[in-house]
């Protein structure tokens, strides 16, 4: 089946009881039995329930993925996948990563002794270096966040397994509908669902999926464990989300590719990070890689007081954390999103105080444009 049927069938499978085609929100703590050991497959909401069963099916048949595992938020998600390593365990990451995914592993996860290595991965010889004898996992994002690196995921994969290391792929930027990263290689994959998935800025959550039985079971258990699952609620909102998740991300692709194409002219504009440009040093990795670019433009205009201007001038974009919902978010990584990143490594990174993020909506492209025309114009 097509990306759209999986995307609205999946898991949507009419309700039994009443032939309602939407799944219901199940909003229950707990399901009566019949007698002891006798119940329906459901004991309590924490370990099942059918809301969140479904979201869990209809995103890993999005990724190709045999298992899905939801949960409250992206990082709760994340702190999941990094249960499957222990002390003594060592971890490549991205280094222009998430900046709530740099502070969980640096200052947190760090003081439980396992060891982060954090690297270039849009070069897999940086990788390679970086492996050592007690190396279990390689984090990636790609894109990565927010200066748009893309990692190449078969070579890392190749790398990483030939070392018995797990590789972890975060694909929040792009959505399954633009890149499956299971078919290069990668183990497990994660999204914030708050993003893309949900794609209407209404609901947090997160999800892991994998085709691998063991990592599933034991992702099954921390998820019962730990007790971060996603609410019966939210998971109806993000099951809202995927029904029209290709519609949405063919036009955050388009906007995202004009949007993209007016900044790369604009005389005020410094620099353009956007995989989709023929300017960006990965663009035919880009191509191989995803089915398209997305939505996600950065772009630097030299200062602070610069990116001050433009984000307080614009009106049809909103100054805002988060990316993915319809409307179109702008952002400064420094101060927002990477503030938790130390000053010298966002230097480093090219996460510079001029630098400005915009999650492309599926706005009219033209309002967009005259928006950040305007915008600039100010400077």
Known sequence: MGFSTIAIHAGNEPDPT????SVPIYQTSTYAQDGLGQHKGFEYARTQNPTRFAVERNIAALETAKHGFAFASGMAAIDAVMRLVKAGDHVVVSDNTYGGTYRLFSRILANYGIEFSYVDTSDAANVEQAMKANTRMVYVETPTNPVMLVTDLQAVSDIAHARGATVVCDNTFLSPYLQRPLEFGVDIVLHSTTKYLNGHSDGVGGIVVTSDDETAESLGFIQ?????????????????????????????????????????????????????????KQHDLAKRQQKGFGGMV???????????????????????????????????????THASVLPETRDRLGITDGLVRISVGIEDADDIINDLDHALGKL
Not at 260 to 276: I, N, R, T
């Open 18 to 21: 009443t032939g309602a085609v």
């Open 224 to 280: 019962n464990s730990v007790g971060a699952i996603l609410s019966p609620f939210d998971s109806f909102l993000i099951l809202r989300g995927t029904k029209t998740l290709a519609l949405r991300m063919e036009q955050h692709d388009a906007n995202g590719r004009l949007v993209a194409a007016f900044l790369e002219e604009h005389p005020k504009v410094e620099k353009l990070y956007y995989p989709g440009s023929l300017s960006h």
């Open 298 to 336: 950065a772009f630097d205009v030299g200062s602070l007081d610069n990116a001050r201007t433009v984000l307080e001038a614009v009106k049809v974009c909103t100054l805002a954390e988060s990316l993915g919902g319809v409307e179109t978010l702008i952002s400064h990584p420094a101060t927002m």
